[in-house]
C-alpha cells in the first residue's frame, strides 16, 4: 500500500509511520516541517519517502504530487495528522495565530486533498483519514483558551462529512478521529501538567487499524476515539 502522513515527525504522527513501516509491502510518504526524526528512520528504511516543509504552500503540494508519480503509486490511504494550536483567552488571541491554526488543520488538509485527488479512488478504494479531536467534537467538554483550536476541528469535522458524500462516486471513503487526551507535546501546550492515559504509541494503533479497515464499515463519520477528556 502506499500511504501519505502529515505530521509525521513526532509524537502520534512518526508513531503512525513507525507502524506502516513495519509491513515491508508498504510505502510511506511522510510530510513535515522537521527532518531529523524522519531523517534517522529514513537511514533503515527504504520505503520511506520525505517531504519537508509547509503543507499550505504550493511548491510542498507540487513536491508531494511529484514524488507519487516518479514512484509509480496511487494513494491508498492518507491520514491528516499535522495540527497546531495556540493556548489563549479568546481576547488575546492575535489575527496571525488565528490564522496559523486553521492554515495547518484546516486549509492544509482541504488543499493536499484536493492535490491528491486525481491519484486517489476509482479503479480501488482509498481512505482519507482526518485527525480530529473531542475539543471539536459535539456536545463533547469545551476548555478555556482553546477556541482557535477547537473551533478547527470542529471545521475539519464539517469537512469530513462533505467530502464524504462528494467524493463517493470517486470511491474515495473520508472518516474523522476525534481523539482524546494522548500524552504529546501538543496536550502538553494545552493541559500543562495533565498526564494522559495513552501514549502515542497506542493511540498510533488505533489510528493505522482504522485506516486500513474502517473503510469497510464508515463513511462521513466522526468518531470519538477517547477514554477521558482533561
Known amino acids: 500500500m502506499f500511504i501519505?502522513?502529515?505530521?509525521?515527525?513526532?509524537?502520534?504522527?512518526?508513531?503512525i509511520v513507525k507502524q506502516f513501516l513495519s509491513d515491508e509491502e508498504n510505502t510511506v510518504l511522510a510530510v513535515s516541517r522537521n527532518a531529523r526524526e524522519l531523517d534517522k528512520l529514513k537511514k533503515?528504511?527504504?520505503?520511506?519517502?520525505?517531504?519537508?516543509?509547509?503543507?499550505t504552500k504550493t511548491s510542498v503540494l507540487n513536491s508531494i504530487?511529484?514524488?507519487?508519480?516518479?514512484?509509480g503509486k496511487r494513494?491508498?490511504?492518507?491520514?491528516?495528522?499535522?495540527?497546531?494550536?495556540?493556548?489563549?483567552?479568546?481576547?488575546?488571541?492575535?489575527?496571525?495565530?488565528?490564522?496559523?491554526?486553521?492554515?495547518?488543520?484546516?486549509?492544509?488538509p482541504f488543499l493536499l486533498i484536493q492535490k491528491l485527488l486525481p491519484r486517489m479512488g476509482k479503479k480501488s478504494k482509498?481512505?482519507?483519514?482526518n485527525i480530529g479531536s473531542m475539543g471539536g467534537f459535539q456536545g463533547s467538554s469545551k476548555f478555556s483558551?482553546?477556541?482557535?483550536?477547537?473551533?478547527?476541528?470542529?471545521?475539519?469535522a464539517g469537512l469530513t462529512e462533505c467530502l464524504a458524500e462528494e467524493l463517493k462516486p470517486k470511491n474515495i471513503t473520508v472518516n474523522c478521529l476525534a481523539i482524546g487526551a494522548v500524552q504529546t507535546e501538543m496536550l502538553s501546550k494545552a493541559f500543562p501538567g495533565f498526564k494522559a492515559p495513552l501514549q502515542p504509541q497506542?493511540?498510533?494503533?488505533?489510528?493505522?487499524?482504522?485506516?486500513?479497515?474502517?473503510?469497510?464499515?464508515y463513511n462521513g463519520k466522526i468518531l470519538p476515539v477517547s477514554s477521558t477528556t482533561p
Do not use: C, W
Not at 482509498?126 to 483519514?129: A, D, L, N, P
Not at 497506542?202 to 464499515?217: D, K, P, R, S
Open 75 to 108: 494513494v491508498d490511504i492518507l491520514i491528516n495528522n499535522a495540527g497546531s494550536i495556540v493556548n489563549k483567552p479568546f481576547e488575546k488571541i492575535k489575527s496571525e495565530e488565528i490564522q496559523q491554526v486553521y492554515s495547518v488543520n484546516v486549509f492544509a
Open 202 to 217: 497506542q493511540m498510533a494503533n488505533y489510528i493505522v487499524e482504522f485506516a486500513l479497515t474502517g473503510h469497510q464499515y
Open 44 to 55: 533503515s528504511n527504504a520505503n520511506l519517502i520525505t517531504v519537508y516543509g509547509d503543507l
Open 65 to 71: 504530487a511529484s514524488l507519487i508519480d516518479k514512484n
Open 126 to 129: 482509498s481512505h482519507i483519514v
Open 4 to 15: 501519505v502522513v502529515t505530521g509525521a515527525s513526532r509524537g502520534i504522527g512518526l508513531e
Open 145 to 156: 483558551g482553546l477556541s482557535a483550536y477547537s473551533s478547527s476541528k470542529s471545521a475539519i
